[in-house]
């Protein structure tokens, strides 16, 4: 599933990485323990978190995630998004909780990172 | 027999969580810069991160060593600090002596020393109560070697 496609379905805002939504995803890990995204990382996996300081994308980084996608309406500071435009990572935000957002993306062929 | 090519050493301090992750960030660029397997970065880079971030959340400081050898890669984390009173506890998954305030940083979870062992060929944890703890770590360049 592209990530552009994963926008749509979860009504995300694109807070940086418009240029790498053409980016196919299959796999999700969902967490707002960074260890737990570190325990099954899977490259190009999308991660799912409420956690939106600078250690989502520090994590995102180490565990080659390509995109992040903050739930629950929370978004990361200036900070936070600078480092993942730098580094290549698209983040997006919605309102949508963590449960919601799980589901959808399961609905659509979306597997969870083990 | 195992011949060292590259040793750079860093500085880590507790409570400084805002430059936390920086050291793993800066050992995972050199090894992509010598075109290291992107499997072995990963796992060079989850135990330097999580060993990274227990020394800023339990820690006075602390010296990451990084070690490329031709056939090993190696990590070793030196601090000072309070040590670890029970060690086989501390490496259960999902123990934790973490505050709030740690998890709310999204650590602190008891995977810390888990995720460690489990990217690591070989693992010895050490630490004394009162002094500080010692954390190595190697992992093989070639798997089936």
Known sequence: MRLDAIRDVLQCEVLTGADLLGTD?????????MSAV???????ALMITGLTNIHSVRTALIAYISAIV????????????????EKKIALLAT???????????????????? | MTEELLRRSFEVRGQDFENAGETSAEVTAILKDLEIDPD?????????????MNVVMYAEKATVTFILADDEIAVE????????????????????????????????YGLGL??????????????????????????RLDPHG
């Open chain 1, 25 to 33: 995803v299959d796999t999700a890990v969902a967490s707002d323990a």
């Open chain 2, 40 to 52: 072995i970065i990963l796992r060079v880079g989850v135990v330097t991160f999580e060993a990274e």
């Open chain 2, 114 to 139: 888990p995720n460690i062992k489990k990217n690591s060929d070989a693992f010895v944890l050490e630490s004394q109560v009162g002094k500080g703890t010692k954390v190595y770590s190697s992992i």
């Open chain 1, 70 to 85: 903050y739930v629950r309406g929370a978004r990361p500071d200036e900070a936070t998004i600078r480092l993942a435009r």
């Open chain 1, 38 to 44: 570190l325990a099954a990382p899977h490259p190009q």
């Open chain 2, 77 to 108: 984390v030196i601090d000072q600090g309070p040590g670890i009173p029970n060690i086989e506890l501390a490496m259960q998954p999902g123990y934790s002596t973490a505050s709030d305030e740690m998890r709310e940083m999204g650590f602190g």
């Open chain 1, 95 to 114: 309102a949508l909780g963590m449960f919601d957002c799980c589901g959808i993306l399961h609905r659509h062929g979306i597997k969870g990172a083990t």
